[in-house]
Structure formats: C-alpha cells, structure tokens
C-alpha cells in the first residue's frame, strides 16, 4: 500500500508535464498558423500590386497607341482632304487653260477670215491672144537631180540629228531625239520622192511632227528664209497641236506663226 502511494505523486507529475507540452505544440501550433497566415497575406499583397502595376503599364501603352492612332487618322483625313482639294483644282485649272487656248484659236481664226477679207484683189486683165511660139521644156522646182547635187549635204545633215541631237540648238535645228526610222523616212522623201508628194505616217502625230520638222530643218539649211511653209488641219485643236509640236522640235517662237512675212512659216 506505501508503495501505491508512493507511485501516485509520480504519475500526477507525469501527466501535468504532458499537459504542458500539449499547451506548448498548441501554442506553437497556433503561432505557426498565424506566420502562415501572415506569409500568405503578404504574397497576396505582392501579387496584387504587382498585377496592379502590369495593369497600369498596360493601360498606359494602350492609351499611347490609341493616341498614335488618332493621330494617324487625322493626317490620312487631312491627306484625303488635301489631295480632294488638290485635285479638284488641278483639273478647273486645265479646264480654264483648255477653254483659253479654245477661245484663242476661234479669235485667231477670226482675225485670219477678216484679214482676208479686207486684201483688195487686183482684178485680172483680160487676156489677150499672143503669138504660138514652142514652150521651152520645163524643168521641175523640185526635180530629182536638184536634191542629188544635195545628196551629201542632206545625208551629214540627217546623221547629225540622230548620232549628235543638240537639245539646245539655235533655232530651225532639229532639237529632239531622231531615230534611224525617222531618218530613213526624211531621207526617203528627198531622194525617192524628190521631196514631193506625202510621207507616209508613222502611226502617231508627235512622230509626224518629228519627220516633217526634220525635213524644215535640212530645207531651212539648204534653202534659208526662202523656205515658206503652209500648214492645212481638220480642225483648230490639230493646228494647235501641229503649231506647239514644231516650236518644241525646232526651237521657234510664237511669233514665227502667222501671215507670211520675214520669218514666218
């Protein structure tokens, strides 16, 4: 019986020593969950404000973008705008231009039918009979051996325009680029043709216009203010058109156009 008593005491102690460890891993348990808690309450905070600050940048750089591309819409309205304008002017511009020359060929034509009209014809005297005599054999202004003696001269004159084009000759020089085709044509007309007759087209008017300016050309230099030209078209845009092309090829000036004078063609 002493010794049961005696064990007692002993056990007692045994379980207050566990009933403390137990209060201990408890509140050691508890202070664990609280550092977790606190660790974890932390990160979520890191994460969100990191998550925040993505966000803004990102709204930032959309803005930005945005902004760039209103600012690009502007200018391709305001390039839109312009080329409207631009446009729309360009063209009442020709069309003024267009109707001035228009205006100026039907003045033109209309000074040309009154100069005309005011020329006082010398009225023909009647003929009177005359003796027969043998008509002397009569030889052609523009006979084949005329332009042979010329042969050479035309041929250096024709080789020149299309091997050393000058763009800036003196007036009457042919000043655009010639070809062989072109050259062939020319040279053709002299010594084939004996400068008679027409030249065969060469499929468009500014090529004609280039042919028929070499040809004045050599004449001018053969021939010099004797040269006189009559230009005939079906239409007053034609003439213009002829008129321009030969001050482009020849380098002549406005005033060479027009009644028969000094200078004119």
Partial sequence: MEKSYQEMPMENDACEDLQRSIVELK???AELQQQKAQLIATQTEALQQSLQASLSLYEQKKQELQDQ???LQRKAERIQQEMRTTYAGVSQDIAVRVQGFRDYLVGSLQDLVTSVEKLELVPVPPATPAPEVPAPQEVPLLAEDVFDDYKEKITQLLDRYRTMPDYYGPAWKLR????KVHSDRVADWFFKAAGRGAVSSMGTRLQNILVASAAVSVLRVLYGNRVKLLILATSP???G??????QD???VSRDVFGPIGHNSI
């Fill in 237 to 239: 845009e034609r003439l």
């Fill in 69 to 71: 591309i209103n600012v």
């Fill in 241 to 246: 058109e002829w008129r321009r092309g030969l």
């Fill in 176 to 179: 655009r680029t010639f070809e």
């Fill in 27 to 29: 509140a050691e348990i």
């Fill in 249 to 251: 090829c020849l380098g």
